[in-house]
């Protein structure tokens, strides 16, 4: 076996696969004097190891898929929370594209065989390494790191593919990688289930709920009687400044005249200054909406955030099915045809076959209000003529 260690190969003189001193995690909870260097799988319960944690003096975590990055959780764990502050191996179903994430989570080396280093030359790992930022050493670099870089969220986009929603949820909320989390919930046609969800794992996670002032009276209506039924006890209503309000739209005719301008004013500016404070936004957005969406991922950057859609693969029905199942409180206006609910004055029913979206900002050529970033990137919306400058108050 091999060590890669900073980009460089280290021959184990002491390994043996046959016998060595790192032996399985039962074997060294059964006779804790028998050893001092372990091996964890990436489905490991830290608890069963926190009480021994100053007597080792080596953890191997085996990482049984690369497509399971459980173990990066794992690392992290042992050393923010745990402390653990001696030597911390990857060992496994690890692939060079992985060493930075694995550095920056804080495992210092990379244990190999000989057929690894065939199919993977050094030359691949060191690449990786090149422009690594700050490891685990620094808490705040780490979260930065393994929150918003453009390699990580493709990373988590595949690591994440198949994992169902539920679980993918859960990870997510217990996760302290993800810093401070928010849920942002339109309390729609559609945003029972995961706002259900949220409240099986999280039910005092904050939810964001933006009051834009131009809502169906249906709409706050539901947003009471759902966080009562679902017992959520974080939801905060964000609501645009009175003062913005009197200096930009005094009497209320904005989204007349201009409606980007209107969705700037009402949504984009109070979302953006409510989610200042958080790491980690999480929305209910899905792939099946409309043709603006039909990139969208599981995992983005937004701004300086990550923000993740959990539900961006879910179909129509599925949603639908699951609010039947779970008989959950149904948004009144969806009996009425309306398949996607903003504010009043810009909401329509859909037409029979139209697009689920097709109701908003009818016949101005816009389906979205520019609080969503497709890579990174405010979705296209349709230029008014001559916007209004907003100004924040």
């Not at 080396?109 to 057929?115: A, P």
């Not at 919930?185 to 706002?195: D, I, T």
């Not at 693969?313 to 409180?329: G, K, M, T």
Request: with cysteine; charged share 20%; glycine share 6%.
């Amino acid at each position: 076996m091999k060590l890669i260690e900073n980009g460089v190969i280290t021959t184990l003189d002491w390994f043996n696969e046959s016998n060595h001193s790192i032996i399985p995690l039962d074997d060294y909870l059964a006779n804790p004097m028998s050893a001092n260097k372990v091996m964890i799988d990436n489905d490991t319960n830290l608890v069963d190891l926190e009480r021994h944690i100053e007597n080792l003096s080596l953890i191997v975590i085996n990482f049984n898929s690369f497509t399971d990055g459980r173990g990066f959780s794992l690392a992290y764990r042992l050393r923010q929370s745990l402390g653990y502050t001696k030597k911390l191996w990857g060992s496994g179903n690890l692939i060079p594209d992985q060493y930075a994430m694995a550095v920056q989570c804080g495992i210092d080396s990379i244990l190999v065989d000989e057929q690894q280093l065939k199919r993977q030359p050094i030359k691949q790992w060191q690449e990786a390494l090149i422009g690594t930022p700050i490891p685990y050493h620094s808490q705040k670099a780490l979260k930065s790191n393994c929150t918003i870089n453009e390699s990580t969220i493709n990373y988590l986009n595949v690591e994440y593919k198949n994992i169902p929603t539920e679980s993918l949820l859960e990870i997510i909320l217990n996760n302290e990688e993800m810093g401070k989390i928010a849920v942002v919930s339109s309390f729609g046609s559609e945003s029972a289930v995961l706002l259900h969800m949220l409240a099986k794992f999280s039910p005092d996670t904050d939810v964001l709920f933006l009051d834009t002032g131009k809502l169906f009276h249906e709409t706050l209506e539901y947003q009471q009687r759902l966080t009562a039924a679902l017992k959520l006890t974080n939801v905060k209503i964000i609501r645009p400044s009175e003062t913005s309000l009197n200096k930009n739209d005094q009497h209320g005719y904005l989204n007349i005249q201009d409606s980007n301008s209107c969705c700037e004013l009402r949504k984009v500016i109070p979302l953006q200054t409510a989610l200042a404070g958080y790491d980690t936004w999480i929305s209910g957005r899905k792939l099946y909406q409309s043709e603006g969406r039909s990139s969208l991922q599981m995992f983005e950057r937004s701004g300086s955030q990550i923000k993740i859609n959990p539900l961006a693969n879910w179909r129509q029905d599925e949603l639908a099915d699951y609010i039947e199942q779970h008989n959950l409180p149904k948004h009144p206006l969806v009996a009425k045809g309306y398949t996607s609910i903003g504010c009043a004055p810009c909401t329509t029913p859909v037409i029979a076959g139209e697009n689920p979206r097709g109701g908003r900002w009818r016949g101005q050529g816009k389906s979205e209000c520019g609080i969503h970033f497709n890579n990174n990137k405010v979705i296209n919306k349709k230029a008014q003529t001559n916007p209004i400058i907003i100004k924040q108050m």
